[in-house]
């Protein structure tokens, strides 16, 4: 496999329920990201790891957790989402977080939360 | 604040010529970015611009003029399968992305 993957690609949720968002990239990257992306608005960063280590954390709210365990795998755990929570979670990395490097995207996972 | 502005949607022909302007401010600048994102797929890199003027690459092409805080993105020779957003991004000076919310370019026959 090469570049980056995300699974699932849909996920349906209720308010109460928890599930996690998986990432994987297969290029070597040291940084790892979590974007937001709802219709019609700009990308929203969520979360940054470089080397492993948590590096920025954009005021997003408690019920969003990340968890990087390695530089090729990166997770986002749900828990108490609210329905404005539903969006695209996009998967990002780079060489390197803080760098002019280009980013490389996976397709994301579609959030719904009923 | 950061701002990234673009037209919201855009409509060309095919085999046309089309234009899509980002203009932005920014806490300092250190390079701006073109993405192309097809509906349901990844946004994928077009683009890299840091120094003033053109750079052609095929049918598409990236300026930048820094002094008026402006880029364009010109797609030639229109196909079909450009219909896709393409999202602007500036790197600050702290070398934080700063996003555009893109603009989705509509191709018709």
């Known amino acids: 496999e090469t570049g980056v993957t995300q699974t699932p690609r849909h996920l349906v949720m209720g308010m109460t329920n928890k599930k996690s968002l998986k990432c994987e990239q297969h290029?070597?990257?040291?940084?790892m990201y979590w974007y937001k992306q709802s219709a019609k608005k700009p990308l929203e960063l969520m979360f940054v790891?470089?080397?492993?280590?948590?590096?920025e954390n954009n005021s997003v709210p408690s019920r969003f957790s990340p968890e990087c365990p390695n530089s090729s795998h990166l997770f986002l755990h749900l828990h108490t989402l609210q329905p404005e929570d539903s969006a695209l979670y996009l998967c990002?990395?780079?060489?390197?977080?803080?760098?002019?490097?280009?980013?490389?995207f996976g397709e994301g996972s579609r959030l719904t939360v009923l | 604040g950061q701002n990234i502005d673009q037209p919201t949607e855009m409509t060309a022909t095919e085999g046309a010529i089309v234009q899509i302007n980002c203009t932005y401010q920014?806490?300092?600048?250190?390079?701006l970015f073109w993405y192309q994102q097809h509906a349901g797929e990844a946004p994928t890199f077009l683009s890299y611009?840091?120094l003033d003027g053109l750079e052609e690459k095929g049918r598409f092409s990236s300026f930048l003029s820094r002094s008026k805080g402006y880029s364009y993105l010109l797609l030639k020779e229109l196909q079909m399968k450009d219909s896709a957003s393409y999202l602007c991004?500036?790197?600050?000076?702290?070398?934080?992305?700063?996003w555009g919310a893109g603009t989705k370019l509509i191709i018709k026959p």
């Open positions: 990002a990395s780079s060489q390197v977080a803080g760098d002019i490097g280009e980013l490389f």
């Open positions: 290029l070597g990257h040291n940084a």
């Open positions: 790891y470089n080397f492993k280590e948590q590096t």
């Open positions: 920014t806490s300092g600048f250190n390079g």
């Open positions: 611009n840091v």
């Open positions: 991004a500036v790197l600050d000076s702290n070398y934080q992305l700063i």
